[in-house]
């Protein structure tokens, strides 16, 4: 297993982490019964064995029992592993509810100490609203001085310019942040501004939905001028190319996702230069396609409200990325679970493409998306 300096934490973090949202469970009638212990607890003795050391959790994974199956699993390992979770900030109503969350999860844990503790999915106005008004910063020093957690980290979830709003209004309060859980990989490179901005600050930086999602997680080829790959090793490989990112966390169901994943976690980074070519050749790739939607999100908003960047993505994973399955549904979820504006609603007011840098007719191609979408 290769290992990276974790930001500033003094830490050495495994090149792969184990994300534990999606431990096995038991179902009976289409209803959770309880946790597969017996499939769970062997795939985290086996990353462990494989010299996965970073393991992450929170308090509502997997019916509320992540973390409870984590402990169990590691406990006779404590000393060698590095075990991360979150604090539920809509749990957190007075500065002292901060370490009431911190309690619960170490009784789960079966442990005295949490290594990277978490404020759970902040973006700007959780720091603002949430953080910084209840003086959780503060909390989380004084938890931090009773040995109670041994790092401050936050996962983020929010428009990425904000990402150093959170880190320099923490530095400027006097308790920094040192980790930070951020979404990244081929298909979402939105955050490489914040994540070099992190670690030029000496956060280490976690990058969650390294495989998409599981889109990038099929076992097909991509090919590049450099190398032809499984998909989910060269996302993988991709994501820890970034000189920013210490750590993929892959959220593994199985024991075969495991062992796939521990493999491509022992092998070398991509170079700078194998990190640009695949970066190019994943541009190139959408370039090819007839709808070449940069996301950039100046159509938005739309007066019908239609999140016409959304759609087209879906469109793009069918027709460009060959990621069928996961274009379809994630078009047909929108659209006919959730219900929510398409093409139906357009007004036909073009504000959109007025204002579309790449001057797509964009009319015109939710019409001709949603015949292809919708016939599948």
């Given at each position: 297993?290769?290992?990276?300096?974790?930001?500033?934490?003094?830490?050495?973090?495994?090149?792969?982490?184990f994300?534990?949202?999606?431990?096995p469970?038991?179902?009976?009638?289409?209803?959770?019964?309880?946790?597969?212990?017996?499939?769970?607890?062997?795939?985290?003795?086996k990353?462990?064995?494989?010299?996965?050391?970073?393991?992450?959790?929170?308090?509502y994974?997997?019916?509320?029992?992540?973390?409870?199956?984590m402990?169990?699993?590691?406990?006779?390992?404590?000393?060698?592993?590095l075990l991360s979770?979150?604090?539920?900030?809509?749990?957190?109503?007075?500065?002292?509810?901060?370490?009431?969350?911190?309690?619960?999860?170490?009784?789960?844990?079966?442990?005295?100490?949490?290594?990277?503790?978490?404020?759970?999915?902040?973006?700007?106005?959780?720091?603002?609203?949430?953080?910084?008004?209840?003086?959780?910063?503060?909390?989380?020093?004084?938890?931090?001085?009773?040995?109670?957690?041994?790092?401050?980290?936050?996962?983020?979830?929010?428009d990425?310019?904000?990402?150093?709003?959170?880190?320099?209004?923490?530095?400027?309060?006097?308790?920094?942040?040192?980790?930070?859980?951020?979404?990244?990989?081929?298909?979402?490179?939105?955050?490489?501004?914040?994540?070099?901005?992190?670690?030029?600050?000496?956060?280490?930086?976690?990058?969650?939905g390294?495989?998409?999602?599981?889109?990038?997680?099929?076992?097909?080829?991509?090919?590049?001028?450099?190398?032809?790959?499984?998909?989910?090793?060269?996302?993988?490989?991709?994501?820890?190319?970034?000189?920013?990112?210490?750590?993929?966390?892959?959220?593994?169901?199985?024991?075969?996702?495991?062992?796939?994943?521990?493999?491509?976690?022992?092998?070398?980074?991509?170079?700078?230069q194998?990190?640009?070519?695949?970066?190019?050749?994943?541009?190139d790739?959408?370039?090819?396609?007839?709808?070449?939607c940069?996301?950039?999100n100046?159509?938005?908003?739309?007066?019908?409200?239609?999140?016409?960047?959304?759609?087209?993505?879906?469109?793009?994973?069918?027709?460009?990325?060959?990621?069928?399955?996961?274009?379809?549904?994630?078009y047909?979820?929108?659209?006919?679970?959730?219900?929510?504006?398409?093409?139906e609603?357009?007004?036909?007011?073009?504000?959109?493409e007025?204002?579309?840098?790449?001057?797509?007719?964009?009319?015109?191609?939710?019409?001709?998306?949603?015949?292809?979408?919708?016939?599948?």
């Open positions: 297993m290769q290992y990276r300096d974790f930001g500033q934490t003094g830490e050495k973090i495994s090149a792969l982490g994300g534990c949202m999606h431990l469970e038991i179902h009976k009638d289409g209803r959770f019964v309880e946790m597969d212990f017996e499939k769970g607890v062997p795939m985290l003795h990353a462990f064995d494989e010299g996965v050391n970073y393991y992450d959790s929170a308090p994974y997997c019916q509320s029992q992540s973390e409870i199956v402990g169990r699993a590691l406990k006779d390992r404590r000393s060698k592993v979770t979150k604090c539920p900030l809509g749990d957190v109503k007075t500065p002292a509810g901060y370490r009431e969350q911190i309690e619960k999860s170490l009784r789960k844990m079966e442990t005295d100490y949490i290594d990277f503790y978490h404020f759970w999915g902040i973006g700007k106005g959780g720091f603002d609203d949430q953080i910084m008004k209840h003086d959780l910063l503060g909390e989380a020093a004084k938890a931090k001085e009773a040995g109670l957690i041994r790092h401050i980290s936050f996962s983020f979830h929010d990425p310019k904000n990402i150093k709003y959170i880190i320099d209004g923490a530095i400027k309060y006097g308790v920094p942040m040192e980790t930070m859980l951020v979404q990244y990989n081929l298909l979402d490179r939105a955050s490489e501004e914040g994540i070099a901005y992190a670690a030029s600050k000496g956060v280490g930086v976690v990058a969650m390294p495989v998409g999602g599981g889109r990038l997680a099929a076992p097909t080829q991509f090919g590049t001028g450099i190398s032809s790959a499984a998909t989910y090793e060269l996302a993988i490989k991709f994501v820890l190319g970034n000189p920013g990112i210490c750590c993929a966390l892959s959220g593994m169901r199985t024991m075969e996702q495991v062992e796939m994943n521990v493999e491509v976690g022992k092998k070398p980074a991509l170079t700078e194998e990190w640009k070519d695949v970066a190019k050749a994943v541009e790739l959408r370039k090819f396609s007839d709808l070449y940069t996301g950039c100046y159509c938005q908003p739309c007066p019908a409200d239609i999140k016409i960047p959304h759609l087209f993505h879906q469109y793009t994973l069918y027709n460009v990325y060959g990621l069928r399955d996961a274009g379809k549904n994630g047909r979820h929108y659209k006919v679970v959730e219900k929510k504006p398409a093409v609603q357009c007004t036909d007011c073009g504000l959109c007025e204002k579309c840098p790449q001057k797509l007719e964009i009319r015109a191609l939710l019409k001709k998306v949603d015949e292809v979408m919708m016939s599948l």
